[in-house]
Nanobody, 121 residues
């Protein structure tokens, strides 16, 4: 069973940076469309950044100019570079992606396990 494996979360001071990574657990699976979501305590999960299979990106207004989503097809990994972090960015961040192996007709959607990002002094 393929999984999305996230890494890169942690504690950072306001104004700092983190880079989240999301990789497929089985290398034959390729990433098509992908996105990063976050969920703060007591709040609904929200889309932070999206990346289409064609490379088009979109961002939540709250992170525009600070966050960048990207993909490395060779490494089967999606990244979220987060700069100028604010306390309100504190949340569990989840990767979501459509994955497809050569033997599978259409991509299937998967979620990562989540990684905690805490922005605090």
């Amino acid at each position: 069973q393929v999984q999305l494996v996230e890494s890169g979360g942690g504690l950072v001071q306001p104004g700092g940076s983190l880079r989240l990574s999301c990789a497929t657990s089985i290398s034959i699976f390729s990433i098509f469309a992908a996105g990063w979501y976050r969920q703060a305590p007591g709040q609904q999960r929200e889309l932070v950044a999206g990346l289409s299979s064609g490379g088009t990106t979109n961002y939540a207004d709250s992170v525009k100019g600070r966050f960048t989503i990207s993909r490395d097809n060779a490494k089967k990994t999606v990244y979220l570079q987060m700069n100028s972090l604010k306390p309100e960015d504190t949340a569990v961040y989840y990767c979501n992606a459509d994955l497809k192996a050569p033997a599978i007709a259409v991509p299937r959607n998967y979620w990562g396990q989540g990684t905690q990002v805490t922005v605090s002094s």
